[in-house]
DNA sequence: ACAAAAGTGTTACGTGTACACCCATGA
DNA sequence: TCATGGGTGTACACGTAACACTTTTGT
């Protein structure tokens, strides 16, 4: 028996197409985002839709869905992961397609919004966001309760607030992405007592007179210290 | 135009073979376990793999997932949830197979061990399992890391335990989960406080002259109050 | 009578939460 | 000088963790 020889044994069990759907968010004036296109092909064309592709047999998943962020954002070292996969036979009129959710974690100041406006997609605001075809929406809250469960288990907030941050801003963005108020004094003591932050000496004054101290996230004592459970 | 009408836009796409992947969890005399069957056809015959099935473009994904577990063990109400995807192009070699692990959790005493005997199916003491196939050792890791995520801050432990069953099982199943030691007296006031138990009024004299009460989960209560973050 | 597991309470400590005032600055 | 957001400290309540002895009963 030859066992190192590659061979064929399922060429005869019938396909199915297989799509990645990425659902983009981004965090920008105080308010959680998320990048849509309108539908230019198939069916429903024309209306609101996450960012996908087929995936071709020769490549991987991940890699799939790295293009397709690629492609919309010109960004290709983002956070990135896979939520949920789809697969009712008919989520998609006509076709019998699986799709495989990914969802991703950009700075907006960092991405090209050139490539995003040739590309036809759009920010909006999570909280306005127009229906979505098929189960899109599905992915969608499926991937903000992922969200939610991880920037409050590990440090994933950071992927979307830029370089350099205020704490009033990190604050801002737990009480965005969870939709509930913090009390300051109680965030601060913690964020720090964490000791995952890099004080700079630079101020932002965009929101204030005094000028709030700008911090930035330290990779390396996080690495050491991976637990966020209980800020708020 | 006609917008009610199903057409395929996608029919000249190419495809992919798609499979599932069953993650068979049981808990039995104080172990965790889990089910795995010799590989039967295609490549790698013999081998130990985990248990699962192509899907039919006509078949739900969860579907798919369901029928794979009622050929094995012959039970059709269990837990089963997805978990993760898997798309390296060359994880199965030879050919382009996606797969979509599922874990299932089952109560080792109701299912029905002629059906699992038959479909060459095994229980190995989840510690001393054999190596798996492709990727299915890391499918049974991520399984194992949901299932831990799953009985800390859900009621999920009550799956794979009997219908009737004693505190010190209880925790002895935490134990055998976490690998770790829990204090009895503060274990068994905290899962009492909880107030999600129904003690009964039998005794289980498995483990000790003595016995000790069996008690029962009370879903209801459970739905009411669905946090067990901090049993230990 | 003894071995073996079940069952029971109290205390010390740390963490979370609530809460009000001063600071720095630009307009 | 005043309006605005930034920054600070303390007291109390609560939950967690540590810990040792008694009870029951089959052999």
Redesign the pocket.
């Known amino acids: 028996m030859d066992q190192n020889k590659v061979i064929s044994y399922y060429s005869d069990r019938p396909k199915i197409l297989v799509a990645v759907d990425c659902i983009i968010f981004g965090f920008d004036e105080g308010e959680l985002k998320l990048l849509l296109m309108k539908k230019q092909m198939g069916s429903k064309i024309g209306e609101w839709s996450l960012i996908g592709s087929f995936i071709d047999p020769a490549e991987d998943l991940n890699d799939g869905a790295k293009r397709v962020l690629k492609e919309c954002t010109g960004l290709s070292d983002v956070y990135l992961e896979q939520s949920y996969s789809y697969g009712i036979v008919d989520r998609v009129p006509g076709d019998r397609v699986i799709s495989i959710g990914y969802y991703a974690l950009i700075r907006i100041d960092d991405h090209d919004k050139e490539t995003v406006k040739e590309f036809g997609a759009e920010w909006f605001k999570f909280n306005s966001r127009p229906a979505l075809i098929f189960d899109h929406d599905k992915m969608v809250s499926d991937a903000v309760n992922k969200l939610k469960r991880k920037t409050r288990n590990q440090s994933l907030g950071f992927e979307l607030l830029p370089e350099k941050f205020?704490?009033?801003?990190l604050r801002q963005f737990f009480e965005e992405i969870y939709q509930i108020s913090i009390?300051?004094?109680?965030f601060?003591?913690?964020i720090?007592?964490m000791d995952i932050l890099k004080k700079l000496e630079e101020?932002?004054?965009a929101?204030?007179?005094?000028?709030?101290?700008l911090y930035s996230f330290d990779r390396e004592k996080y690495e050491s210290n991976p637990d966020l459970?209980?800020?708020?």
Chains 1, 2 share one sequence.
């Open positions: 205020t704490i009033p801003q009390d300051k004094r109680n601060r003591k913690k720090l007592y101020k932002d004054k929101n204030s007179k005094k000028g709030a101290f459970k209980a800020l708020f």
